[in-house]
Nanobody, 127 residues
Framework: QVQLVESGGGLVQAGGSLRLSCAAS????????MGWFRQAPGKEREFVAA????????YYADSVKGRFTISRDNAKNTVYLQMNSLKPEDTAIYYC????????????????????WGQGTQVTVSS
């Protein structure tokens, strides 16, 4: 099993930046595709970004492409989400998730593709 703990959320003004971190337990971190999802009040949880086991491939939702960057450091068992040019509509709880090594493409956007989830961290972007 994998335990995931997100951190780095907070309050930021529109146009600002935040970097989220997700720390994973165990020694099998590199076996998992990692993803970020978010959920705003009254809305469904939605896909944000994903990264392959080695970090060589990334995948983004259209809404964040060009603004957000996902990365990972397998030596530290940590995945990151760098968020730039933040907008009020980015306000949500952000969740880190770990999925099987074989998932990719459109399957990365599906919540059921991921086996483990963190508790989330709140990101609030003010106008």
């Amino acid at each position: 099993q994998v335990q995931l703990v997100e951190s780095g959320g907070g309050l930021v003004q529109a146009g600002g930046s935040l970097r989220l971190s997700c720390a994973a337990s165990g020694r099998t971190f590199s076996n998992y595709v990692m993803g970020w999802f978010r959920q705003a009040p009254g809305k469904e949880r939605e896909f944000v970004a994903a990264i392959s086991r080695s970090g060589g491939s990334t995948y983004y939702a259209d809404s964040v492409k060009g603004r957000f960057t996902i990365s990972r450091d397998n030596a530290k068992n940590t995945v990151y989400l760098q968020m730039n040019s933040l907008k009020p509509e980015d306000t949500a709880i952000y969740y880190c998730a770990a999925g099987g090594a074989t998932i990719w493409g459109r399957r990365l956007q599906v919540l059921s593709s991921y086996e483990y989830w963190g508790q989330g961290t709140q990101v609030t972007v003010s106008s």
